[in-house]
């Protein structure tokens, strides 16, 4: 994907990505993708303090499930990070997934995935999550992060339902 890379010190940085992908699946009853791609994440901050942030991407995501092998990606979402002091800053986020596993067989037996009458099922998941975390700068060269997320998704299969909360850390030292 070609795309561009801004200098962290700009008035937006990050990087933009815009590409075609064409994914050709080996079975003949699995469909092919061929469509834009893109990865998009870029950020502002304003007055040295408060840091917006924005994030695209849409690609085609492999799946664990056997019957529906992979899927298109999109997601979207946003923060905004605010330093508090020197040493102490508080983020939110939000964002939002769109499943596609439209034309996949999810429906059909294994052995019978290319047999006649099986007809092709679509379906589109989503998922919703916002969060919050706290970032502390130890030195100047070290960063603890503390996260919490929590995510609702939604499907048409009665076991894609979910909703929980996930919590992590992560120390950045920079040598």
Partial sequence: MPGFEFDPSALVS???AVGFR??????????DFNGVV???????TLLGATRFSVQFDRDVQYSYQELEPYYLLSEIGAGVTQRVSDSLGITARVGRWRMDFSGLMSDRAPDD???PGAAAVSRVDTAVFFGGGLLRKISRDMRINVNVDA????????FRNL?????????????
């Fill in 22 to 31: 064409s994914f050709t699946a080996e079975s003949p009853a699995m469909p």
């Fill in 163 to 175: 909703t929980g909360v996930r919590a992590g850390c992560s120390v950045a030292y920079t040598f």
């Fill in 38 to 44: 893109a990865s998009v994440e870029l950020a502002y």
């Fill in 113 to 115: 995935a290319e047999g």
């Fill in 151 to 158: 995510y609702h998704r939604s499907s048409l299969l009665l």
């Fill in 14 to 16: 990050g990087k933009a």
